[in-house]
């Protein structure tokens, strides 16, 4: 069974960096694709990060490009968002996402493709 737990999230003001952290368990990256996925109030899910490790793929969001940068701790089998120059329009909660399924390796930005969730942790950044 696939578990996933975020934490990390924070209020922080414009250009101000925070870094989230997903610990899955019943997963690697080499099980599938990952994902970091925001949802603001009123807004659809969106996809700011997916990575498919099997062949190197990852792509992230043009909202998000130069700004966060993906790491993770294979010791500890951890998964990080570092997120620098935070906008007020970054503001929403943060998911990781998990897919065993490989479909999502084509379209990794999609969050229809992911059937694992954590809980979420809230990032607001105020002007």
């Known amino acids: 069974q696939v578990q996933l737990a975020e934490s990390g999230g924070g209020s922080v003001a414009t250009g101000g960096s925070l870094r989230l952290s997903c610990a899955p368990s019943g997963f690697t990256l080499l099980s599938g694709c990952m994902g970091w996925f925001r949802q603001a109030p009123g807004k659809e899910r969106e996809g700011v990060f997916g990575?498919?490790?099997?062949?190197?793929?990852?792509e992230y969001a043009d909202t998000v490009k130069g700004r966060f940068t993906f790491s993770q701790d294979n010791t500890e089998n951890r998964w990080y968002l570092q997120m620098n120059n935070l906008k007020p329009e970054d503001t929403a909660m943060y998911f990781c996402?998990?897919?065993?399924?490989?479909?999502?390796?084509?379209?990794?930005?999609?969050?229809?493709?992911?059937?694992?969730w954590g809980q979420g942790t809230q990032v607001t950044v105020s002007s």
């Open positions: 990575v498919f490790a099997r062949s190197g793929s990852e």
């Open positions: 996402a998990a897919a065993t399924s490989w479909s999502c390796r084509h379209d990794l930005l999609n969050a229809n493709l992911y059937a694992n």
